[in-house]
């Protein structure tokens, strides 16, 4: 079972500031085991734009975490994305991992001139694109929307052939991509065996559903094969304390989210429906619960919440590090031995976040 943090989207509430936040926290995600951090991107909406470079900036103060970018596929043309991707898979050292979406709300489709009716069919094309553009060998392609290169006598004239090389290519042989657990993102995921990842809104009964439906399309998948989460997450010493602090936060993200996922919006009782919260019982509990139906062991923990203080943040990333990621770490050890590892090894008296310089 593999942990991440995040998605972080910077919003327009003093993005100096949250950028800050962020990098203090990333930094406390890789002292406490988590495996990633992961920014996302929405447009015209006062949240981050362009999600590669935080994810860049990101890559440069923490040395062990994959970089995660949940990007928007289709608004520009995906050799641009397959240039951003490679150039920070360049900088991390080959931790990228690049999971893919439509655009979230017609408002952005259309701000960049194109028609939401064809949303589906680019994402599917840019997908291609992707993978093309990432192979060591000159490519070329063809579809509706795209054409690489572009059939003009000018190009064939100066470039004396009809193929293309993206350059640089990646650190590692390929750049992990997968793909937003969506009815319409599902037959791509599925002819292109890209993992799926559920989203922080979406429903137990609607992720069982799309992930029995992409098995039963894929046939055979290897052992490993990524099965991934995001869900709104926090962790305290008491389970009330986590139910208020939750409860307090929840109505101004669902606000936050209404404006950044237009027709995609939903209520604050479905996020309370979906988050994961409690004391570390709880949330280890609901973990399991989530492994059971859905098979995941990939979790992207979302807890830069609005409304709660930064230092709170910081003591929720650490004692989910410390008390729910190290039970999933070791889980074959007999209890005892991993409630003395907490106690004594790990250093339940010693508390990093209360320890941090500027990052």
């Known amino acids: 079972m593999k942990f991440g943090l995040g998605p972080y989207w ?163 042989p390929s750049i992990p991509l997968w793909a937003a657990a969506l009815p319409h993102t599902l037959p791509v995921a599925i002819q292109q065996r890209l993992p799926l990842v559920g989203l922080p809104w979406q429903e137990m009964e609607e992720l069982a559903h799309l992930f029995n439906e992409y098995r039963a399309g894929a046939g055979s998948l290897p052992a490993d094969h990524i099965w991934a989460l995001a869900r709104v997450t926090w962790v305290a010493k008491s389970s009330q304390e986590a139910k208020e602090a939750v409860e307090s936060s929840l109505p101004l993200l669902a606000r936050a989210w209404a404006k950044m996922l237009g027709p995609h919006a939903v209520s604050e009782a479905q996020l309370m429906g979906a988050a994961i919260f409690g004391d570390v019982d709880d949330c280890i509990g609901q973990i399991r619960r989530y492994q059971q139906v859905l098979g995941i062991n990939y979790l992207i923990c979302f807890m830069a919440l609005p409304g709660i203080p930064h230092s709170h943040a910081l003591r929720a990333i650490e004692l989910w590090g410390k008390a729910v990621i190290s039970e999933f770490r070791m889980a074959a050890f007999p209890r005892q031995i991993r409630e003395r590892f907490l106690a004594d090894v790990y250093g339940w008296g010693r508390e990093l976040a209360p320890q941090l310089q500027e990052v």
């Open 10 to 172: 910077l919003d327009d509430d003093d993005p100096y500031q949250r950028f800050r936040e962020m990098a203090q926290q990333a930094w406390l995600a890789q002292e406490c085991a988590f495996d990633s951090i992961w920014t996302g991107e929405a447009h015209f909406t006062g949240h981050c734009p362009h999600p590669f470079v935080p994810a860049a900036a990101l890559a440069v103060k923490v040395d062990s975490l994959r970089m995660g970018v949940l990007c928007q596929l289709g608004l520009v043309h995906p050799a641009y994305v397959a240039e951003d991707a490679v150039t920070l898979d360049n900088i991390s050292n080959g931790r990228t991992i690049l999971a893919v979406a439509p655009p979230w709300r017609p408002e952005e489709t259309s701000g960049y001139g194109l028609s939401s009716q064809d949303d589906a069919s680019r994402f599917a094309e840019a997908v291609q694109v992707l993978k093309l553009s990432w192979a060591p060998q000159p490519f070329s392609f063809t579809g509706r929307h795209y054409c690489i290169p572009a059939h003009l006598k000018a190009n064939v004239a100066a470039l004396g052939q009809e193929l293309v090389s993206l350059t640089p290519k990646p650190a590692q």
